[in-house]
C-alpha cells in the first residue's frame, strides 16, 4: 500500500479562501482533477498578535491529498536550469527544511506565470493583509509573513514553492508564494513551518523523497 500522500495549494485558490474543505484541484487544467482539498483552516480573532477587528492565520495554504498514489513526485520540485525560465530540464530533490526563515538567506522559487526566480530574504515576520479581494468584508491578515526582495512573482504564481539551492544542488525548503511585493519585482510567502503546522489533520508530516 502506498502512504497517504499530499499537496500544498494556496487558500486563496481554493473555493472558500479558509474554513472549507473539498475544492477539486486539477493540474494542468481544472478539468484535469488530481486531488482534494482536505484542510483549510479557519481564520480567526483569537489568534496571538492579531490586530484589533481583524481575523488571521500563519499561512495562506490548504492542503490537498492526491487521489491517486500514482500522480505527482514526492519529495521533488520541477527546476528550470535557466533563471527567468519554465523549461523544466530535471527535477531537483528537496532534502532538508529550513530551520526560521532568516534575513539575507538567498531563496528560489518554481512558478507557474514567471518560472524559476532568485532573491534575498528580506523580512522574516510581517503581518499583511491580503489584496487579492477588492473587498474584504472579514478583514483577512496573515501573521508572520517572509518578504524575499527580488523574487520576481506575479499573478498565477501563487502556490510556488521557494527553496535555498545547496552546494550539492539540493534543495532546502522555505515556504509557498501567496503574493508579491513592487508590483512583482518581489514575493511574499508563508514559511513551511507555519504552513505545516497549520494545515496538519492531525498526523505528522515528514519533508522526505518518500513521504511527502
Not at 522555505?174 to 503546522?197: A, V
Amino acid at each position: 500500500m502506498h502512504p497517504d500522500r499530499y499537496f500544498l495549494v494556496s487558500s486563496h485558490c481554493t473555493n472558500a479562501y479558509g474554513g472549507g474543505s473539498g475544492t477539486m484541484i486539477g493540474q494542468s487544467s481544472a478539468a484535469e482533477t488530481v486531488g482534494t482539498e482536505i484542510e483549510d483552516p479557519a481564520f480567526s480573532a483569537s489568534l496571538p498578535g492579531c490586530p484589533p477587528g481583524r481575523v488571521c492565520r500563519y499561512s495562506d495554504a490548504a492542503l490537498v491529498e492526491f487521489l491517486d498514489s500514482a500522480h505527482g513526485l514526492p519529495g521533488y520540485v520541477a527546476y528550470p536550469s535557466l533563471l527567468g525560465t519554465k523549461v523544466v530540464n530535471s527535477p531537483r530533490l528537496v532534502e532538508a527544511v529550513a530551520l526560521l526563515p532568516l534575513v539575507g538567506t538567498p531563496v528560489e522559487k518554481v512558478g507557474q506565470t514567471t518560472g524559476r526566480t532568485a532573491g534575498t530574504i528580506s523580512h522574516s515576520c510581517l503581518a499583511l493583509n491580503p489584496t487579492e479581494i477588492p473587498f474584504d468584508p472579514i478583514g483577512r491578515t496573515f501573521l508572520c509573513q517572509v518578504a524575499a526582495d527580488d523574487l520576481e512573482t506575479l499573478d498565477g504564481d501563487s502556490g510556488a514553492p521557494v527553496f535555498q539551492v545547496a552546494a550539492d544542488g539540493s534543495l532546502i525548503a522555505q515556504g509557498m508564494i501567496w503574493g508579491n511585493i513592487g508590483g512583482g519585482q518581489g514575493g511574499i510567502l508563508s514559511d513551511i513551518h507555519r504552513t505545516l503546522d497549520e494545515v496538519s489533520i492531525g498526523g505528522t508530516y515528514e519533508l522526505d523523497p518518500t513521504v511527502p
